[in-house]
């Protein structure tokens, strides 16, 4: 990488129409930014304030040769969905920042929803000055007033106040190894003011972050050994692949093809595969098919291989026993994972892909059959609850024939992600797109990469699991535009999340991002009406007024587009609305009637249906 870019000096050689923030000496904040360069960051989300203004001088700076620059959100947890989607789509560590008190109380949902789903991300937030504590200075967050660093202990994988500018480099780099290692997750730093704008303790980064934070190839190799065994003396061996598993899918589906083991997945896991692949029967889980339960509950079966899955309500069917019985071998990078199934017949951890380039060298291709039988030309309807309504006619379009065109209609390097409610329950159980290849992975718009060694984690759906807040899909179909610029990204959303975070569809504006936010408008919580419905409880506080999104997005610059059949679908120029460096939205009046599956969740909550 060029030096003069990673460096801390000031371009005194640029002239503004204005003054700029002018410093003769690098700040500590020009040394944090100096850092995320080094990594290949290209943007900090965030919202700016008194607090945290030297850390977006430092920005625009950077901004000015080329490095990391601000991406302004419009509300901070909107910030923070910023951060996780561009993590997803990068591989990289996403960076928000706030400033102080409800600066950095804003971002707590979106900080929580990347720690319980493994999201690395580095949080920044500041602090007034540090002789100030205690004196009632405004917005302050520190143990004296609002105590936000104790707030975010909670929701970090690493929580730190920085007290001396020598503590930068290595609270930062210790930060930045605890959101990559096993568990992932955010990490936080709070920095006052004045230490934030003194000068930078060194001239020039002291380390190779590059160095520090890649990931290890280690693997538990007594336990990789013991499953080999257990592999070799079993005849009916079953996959279950989890949402963690994006690094390693290509050598995963690899072993799966050679011992001809089908597979079913996670909610979260899905993504990851192609939907039309011959082995695959279905997701198990929340919103998942009836194939996939029906796979894991053959008397015959010897192993059940559960791999990266955390074993939460979602992901396991409810902690059922299908699953989580002696059959079970847990293969996790994650302790706390594997402590979440204490029956398994054996736990193996370490790095997924070291795992399965074992299991493949040490694998034969068998020669015997698994017992399963399936047609090499199954189509993934063949899974459906009710495949007619998944090409129903009908208007209003049902939320099933939506999916339907969704997956027909927009190009094979679409991400797709879906938000909290009925969103992500239509979306696992009846959306499929075409022309997704099961070996060789595109995923990053025509560039090739080897099998099994991709730079993200993310597929072609991504959502998120336990902590699941509203609007998490908008601000991540940002950050993910923004992480890669060259595909495509469908937000599909409901009304009720687009009224909680819709503002963030200006950020797409500002940028130019080419997200499709997809909005199935039922005017109603949905996911609310439907489980009040189910289980006889009181009909109260879901309805929400017919909104007219489509002219709220003509309204903030974006194009805005009403569908009430599959005739207007059909009628969408989806190439050019696909083209187009700009966001665009599609008010989908959705059939309210249509019951999204959600058994799983009404069975957790008491209510039998």
């Known amino acids: 990488m060029n030096s003069r870019r990673v460096g801390l000096a000031y371009d005194a050689s640029y002239e503004e129409p204005y003054p700029q923030a002018v410093t003769e000496t690098p700040q500590v904040a020009d040394l944090i930014v100096s850092y995320l360069e080094q990594m290949g960051i290209e943007y900090v989300f965030g919202v700016p304030g008194g607090a945290i203004e030297p850390l977006y001088n430092a920005l625009a700076r950077s901004s000015r040769r080329g490095g990391p620059r601000p991406m302004v959100a419009r509300h901070e947890a909107g910030a923070a969905f910023m951060a996780d989607g561009y993590t997803r789509e990068t591989g990289k560590i996403g960076v928000c920042c706030a400033t102080s008190g409800p600066g950095a109380t804003n971002l707590i949902t979106g900080v929580a929803c990347a720690y319980d789903n493994g999201i690395p991300m580095l949080v920044i937030t500041g602090q007034p000055s540090l002789p100030s504590f205690g004196k009632r200075a405004l917005q302050e967050s520190a143990c004296t007033g609002i105590n936000t660093l104790g707030m975010f202990r909670h929701c970090t994988r690493y929580n ?192 997924l892909r070291s795992i399965f380039d074992r299991l493949i060298e040490r694998t034969h291709k068998t020669t015997e059959s698994s017992g399963f039988e399936y ?95 509203m609007g998490w899909a908008i601000g991540g179909a940002i950050g993910t535009a923004a992480g890669n610029p060259d595909v495509p990204v469908v937000c599909i959303t409901g009304d009720g999340s687009l009224m909680m975070n819709g503002q963030e569809l200006s950020v797409a504006v500002a940028e130019g991002l080419t997200v499709i936010f997809v909005i199935l408008n039922d005017q109603a919580l949905g996911m609310v009406k439907h489980g009040q419905r189910l289980a006889g409880a009181e009909q109260i506080g879901y309805q929400l007024p017919t909104t ?26 989806i190439d050019a609305i696909c083209k187009k460096k700009g966001p665009s939205l599609l008010d989908v009046y959705i059939d309210p009637e249509e019951v999204p599956p959600m058994n799983l969740r009404m069975q957790i909550l008491g209510t039998d249906m």
Request: a neutral charge; charged letters at 25%.
């Open 160 to 351: 730190s106040l920085i007290s001396h500018p020598e503590q930068i480099e290595s609270k930062l780099i210790t930060a930045l190894q605890r959101a990559v290692r096993a568990p992932r997750g955010p990490v936080h730093l709070s920095i006052p003011l004045d230490i934030m704008k003194s000068p930078s303790p060194v001239d020039a980064p002291s380390y190779d972050i590059a160095d520090k934070i890649r990931p290890t190839s280690l693997l538990d190799a007594d336990a990789t050994d013991e499953l080999i065994n257990l592999i070799k003396r079993s005849t009916n061996i079953r996959l279950l692949i989890g949402g963690s598993c994006g690094e390693a899918i290509g050598s995963i589906l690899q072993f799966a093809a050679l011992r001809d083991i089908p597979f079913v997945t996670t909610p979260d896991g899905k993504g990851l595969i192609n939907p039309a692949h011959p082995l695959f029967r279905g997701v198990f889980g929340f919103a998942g098919h009836a194939t996939a339960k029906q796979l894991l509950n053959d008397d015959k079966l010897d192993l059940i291989l559960a791999v990266g899955t955390s074993m939460n309500e979602w992901t396991s069917s409810g902690w059922s026993d299908t699953l989580l019985n002696d059959k079970l071998v847990h293969i996790d990078e994650s302790a706390e994972h594997l402590a979440r199934s204490p029956m398994a017949r054996l736990h193996v951890r370490g790095r």
């Open 548 to 573: 007219d999104f489509a002219a709220i997005a003509r309204a903030m610059g974006a194009d805005g587009y009403t569908v009430r059949s599959p005739e207007d679908m059909e009628a969408l120029d």
């Open 375 to 469: 047609q090499r030309h199954q189509t993934s309807e063949g899974m459906l609850a009710d495949p007619k309504k998944h090409t129903s006619p009908a208007n209003p379009i049902t939320p099933q024939r939506l999916m339907y065109d969704l997956g027909r209609l927009f190009p094979s390097s679409t991400r797709f992600l879906a938000d909290a409610g009925n969103s992500v329950a239509w979306s696992i159980h009846y959306l499929n797109p075409v022309d997704r290849r099961s070996g060789e992975r595109r995923l990053g718009g025509g560039r090739r990469r080897e099998s099994g060694r991709r730079q993200t984690d993310g597929g072609w759906l991504r959502l998120t699991m336990d902590f699941a807040p």
